[in-house]
């Protein structure tokens, strides 16, 4: 079946017999107000259609930061690296404040589950130790996440180096995630999905997780996830890129909350 593009600018069109690729050039001002460059993908898993900011950002591969830790999750589970997500990580004692910032909060035993809640990077390098290179070349190529690129020599690849993702390929990852098409037990799928639960209230469910890092002094933030409405379900992944000489101190926050002024305009939550 031929797939529609469309350009548009109003409120999106149904058209369920070619299940359209919606262009919403519009959205812009919505990463403008954040004084960033960025790009969203909104996917409607009932009427397979998508809604794209742009048709040429949306495809360029980005580090996936700590939205990384849905597929690190999934390995460690699948490869039984983790019993289950309660387990618990010791403190190492030190980390890299100037690569990952000073968080003392996360600076203390912790649940894996916990871990990805709060984003603590130095628990999934403990787990990416045990994991090995030739697991996360397997599983990425079964799962074909992003380029496979895993030539940064340091643990955390998906924060640092040739590694990389597109909004495009994030909502792609996440939609075998949705309909278990993914090389994973349905077990440890289930698991992840309830770790991902962000948000929930009588109206929708978002279940998601943030990324940022800060490589080649660029801020690359993310925000990808489900949305589960009574209705209806959603899958969005949300880039943002920002030159760190010009980094606005709300740039963290805009990632959801430019996700979810979109999310309003298309009436997809309230």
Same mark, same amino acid.
């Given at each position: ?185 349905? *077990? !440890? @799928?289930?698991?992840?999905?309830? +770790?991902?639960?962000? #948000? ?5 469910? $978002?279940? /998601? ?6 490589? *080649? !002094? @660029?801020?690359?933030?993310?925000? +990808?996830?489900?949305? #589960? ?5 959603? $899958?969005? /992944? ?33």
């Amino acid at each position: 079946m031929m797939t529609t593009q469309i350009e548009c600018t109003g409120i999106r069109k149904e058209n369920k017999k070619n299940n359209p690729i919606l262009i919403r050039k519009d959205f812009g001002k919505f990463f403008e107000e954040c004084s960033v460059n960025g790009s969203i993908v909104i996917y409607d898993i009932e009427e397979k259609t998508r809604i794209l900011s742009d048709s040429n950002e949306v495809k360029i591969r980005t580090l996936p930061a700590s939205t990384f830790k849905i597929p690190n999750l999934l390995i460690a589970l699948e490869t039984q690296t983790i019993q289950n997500v309660g387990e618990i990580v010791p403190w190492i004692g030190q980390t890299d404040t100037l690569k990952y910032g000073y968080r003392p909060e996360i600076y203390v035993d912790m649940s894996v589950q916990k871990a990805f809640e709060v984003s603590a990077g130095w628990v999934f390098i403990e787990l990416a130790k045990k994991i090995g290179r030739a697991n996360y070349q397997k599983y990425l190529t079964a799962c074909q996440y992003g380029n496979r690129d895993l030539s940064q020599k340091d643990i955390d690849f998906w924060n640092f180096g040739n590694f990389a993702i597109s909004p495009l390929e994030q909502v792609q990852f996440l939609n075998k995630l949705h309909d278990y098409r993914l090389p994973f037990s349905k *077990k !440890n @799928i289930d698991i992840v999905k309830k +770790v991902m639960l962000s #948000e929930q209230n009588p109206n929708y469910t $978002i279940r /998601a997780k943030t990324g940022w890092t800060r490589d *080649k !002094n @660029i801020n690359t933030g993310w925000w +990808v996830g489900f949305v #589960e409405t009574k209705q209806k379900h959603y $899958i969005f /992944a949300t880039r943002l890129l920002q030159d760190r000489n010009f980094r606005r101190d709300d740039f963290g926050n805009c990632r959801k909350s430019i996700t979810k002024k979109i999310l309003q305009e298309l009436k997809i939550i309230d």
